[in-house]
């Protein structure tokens, strides 16, 4: 399946993480339309991709795209569907990157438009490492779906969920690098102040996270038995104020998100 073109309903973050992982595939489409209503954001993105054609508000290019993605926050979603529904073909993808709207939803303001993806981006996508759930309506057949996931497939992992799935993985995937960027950068701050140079602390770091995650869920012990393999435990009297954080703050934003 070759897309000839992609529209993208919005130029933030998003937006560049999946042209960057793209591009590092050389896989984006010759024909890529991107509006934003913040100039600003628009130039600093045709800044980094000078191929793109961008549009300050105007989504009548993007929403004539071969896959057009919905890239704006919840609020903003809803609000933008109205004036992308008269530009749509026919047989158009539409993809929202949105948690929370339903494909129900979606489709209901695209004025009964049914040919609707909701994939959860994640943001190791930039490097073609990135988790990316997806779920379809009903519209696809299983053609259509596979080859789909061909193309998103660039970007990195990307399974077919349940819809009412998404929001956990929002949670999980999503959101997920957020709690464990900032504890990896303060080690490889730690050993590269212990003499290690970047290529060592680097490599230590891939590998220990990576044989980390495999042992919790390979390992057939518990995990109370996993984390006792490691007998001192330097932040232990912390861990229970982290796990608070992770019972209180995420176990709400979800409720929020389902809600």
Request: glycine share 8%; hydrophobic share 40%; charged share 25%.
């Amino acid at each position: 399946m070759k897309i000839k073109s992609l529209g993208f309903i919005g130029g933030g973050r998003v937006t560049g993480i999946i042209l960057e992982g793209l591009d590092r595939k050389d896989k984006r489409p010759e024909r890529v339309f991107v509006s934003d209503t913040n100039p600003e954001v628009l130039s600093k993105l045709a800044d980094r991709f000078p191929k793109i054609k961008t549009s300050a508000g105007d989504v009548k290019d993007p929403a004539a795209a071969a896959i057009v993605f919905i890239a704006l926050h919840p609020p903003a979603v809803m609000a933008s569907l109205g004036g992308i529904k008269g530009h749509l073909k026919k047989d158009a993808v539409v993809v929202s990157l949105a948690p929370k709207l339903s494909i129900a939803q979606l489709s209901a303001g695209l004025g009964g438009f049914d040919r609707i993806v909701r994939m959860i981006p994640n943001a190791p996508s930039i490097v073609n490492r990135g988790y990316n759930p997806v779920a379809f309506s009903p519209a696809f057949s299983s053609d259509e779906k596979r080859n789909l996931r061909k193309f998103f497939k660039i970007l990195g992992d990307c399974p077919e969920v349940k819809e009412e799935n998404l929001e956990a993985y929002a949670i999980l995937t999503a959101m997920g690098p957020t709690y464990l960027w900032f504890q990896i950068e303060e080690l490889k701050a730690l050993g590269l102040s212990f003499g290690l140079s970047a290529k060592e602390v680097e490599s230590a770091l891939t590998k220990m996270v990576k044989g980390t995650v495999k042992t919790l869920f390979a390992s057939q012990r518990t995990p109370a038995e996993v984390m006792d393999l490691v007998p001192l435990k330097p932040i232990g009297e912390d861990e229970e104020a982290i796990r608070t954080i992770y019972r209180t703050k995420l176990k709400g934003l979800y409720a929020k998100l389902k809600g």
